[in-house]
């Protein structure tokens, strides 16, 4: 099936079985290996993309329902040359070591400022949310704390 979607501000177009996973559209079929799988059942939320403005995981989604939908991937948020001010904050804060889990949990606190949620409501149900087997969370929260006054 083709599959049609705007990824990223840009509109992009993909073949996929009926049963592929959304995670496996965007890092295979296009190239988009920022969104990272782990678990791939749910659990871990590596895998967070934004989808219609949404937190979701790309694990749990087929890719054909995904068709005209608009994404974003951790490979929209920073602008240019310039990384996006929750970027910035995890890397001033320390905020990752190994980074496998970082891309889901970026996408994830992003939705929840949009949605405007409240920071301890987001910082608190996204880390719930969010497996990190390097950090032990404590710089994590820290550098949503710091950077959330900035968040778009
Ligand atoms: Fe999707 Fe773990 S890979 S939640
Ligand atoms: Fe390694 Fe979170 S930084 S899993």
């Known amino acids: 099936m083709n599959v049609r979607l705007r990824v990223n501000g840009v509109e992009r177009e993909a ?12 890092r295979h079929g296009l190239g988009l290996t920022g969104t990272h799988v ?3 059942h749910g ?5 967070t993309v934004l989808v219609d403005g949404s937190a979701t995981r790309a694990c749990l989604m087929l890719a054909v329902q995904a068709d005209g939908c608009d994404l ?24 990752l070591q190994c980074g496998f889990c970082t891309p ?6 992003v939705g929840e400022a949009r949605a405007g949620r409240s920071l301890d409501e987001a910082a608190g149900s996204v880390l719930d949310g ?19 006054g900035s968040l778009r």
């Open 104 to 109: 889901g949990i970026l996408l994830a606190v």
């Open 72 to 95: 974003t991937t951790v490979e929209g948020l920073a602008d240019a040359d310039a990384l996006h001010a929750l970027q910035e904050s995890f890397r001033q804060h320390h905020a």
């Open 15 to 26: 073949g996929a079985e009926p049963r592929t996973l959304l995670s496996d559209l965007l």
């Open 38 to 40: 782990g678990c791939e």
């Open 43 to 47: 659990v871990c939320g590596a895998c």
């Open 130 to 148: 969010h497996l990190c087997r390097c950090t032990g969370y404590v710089n994590i929260r820290a550098a949503i704390r710091d950077a959330w």
